[in-house]
Nanobody, 124 residues
Framework: QVLLVESGGGLVQAGGSLRLSCAAT????????MGWFRQVPGKEREFVAS????????YYAQSVKGRFTISRDNAKNTVDLQMDSLKPEDTAVYYC?????????????????WGQGTQVTVSS
């Protein structure tokens, strides 16, 4: 059984930092791109960042570019999201996901495994 578990969410003041981590079990994902998405109630799930299968190429949503950094450790089957200079509008449930292919991807339909999500709340 494939399982993705996110951790590291919480409450932080604007301007602060959080580091999300996602651990994958049940299979090895080193041959697949991975990504982070976020969602607030009443809105569609939004792309945040993606990293290709070997960690050489990353891709970010314009809203987080320069503030967030995605990274992966294929030996540990994990993907992290370092979030700096957080803003109240970053408040959301954050999900990690595994892509169907090797290349970076920004559409949720390009991902076929999802975690349960972790809440990030940024206070003003």
């Amino acid at each position: 059984q494939v399982l993705l578990v996110e951790s590291g969410g919480g409450l932080v003041q604007a301007g602060g930092s959080l580091r999300l981590s996602c651990a994958a079990t049940g299979r090895t994902f080193s041959n697949y791109a991975m990504g982070w998405f976020r969602q607030v109630p009443g809105k569609e799930r939004e792309f945040v960042a993606s990293i290709d299968w070997n960690g050489r190429i990353t891709y970010y949503a314009q809203s987080v570019k320069g503030r967030f950094t995605i990274s992966r450790d294929n030996a540990k089957n994990t993907v992290d999201l370092q979030m700096d200079s957080l803003k109240p509008e970053d408040t959301a449930v954050y999900y990690c996901a595994v892509s169907r292919g090797r290349l970076v991807a920004r559409l949720s339909t390009q991902y076929n495994y999802w975690g349960q999500g972790t809440q990030v709340t940024v206070s003003s």
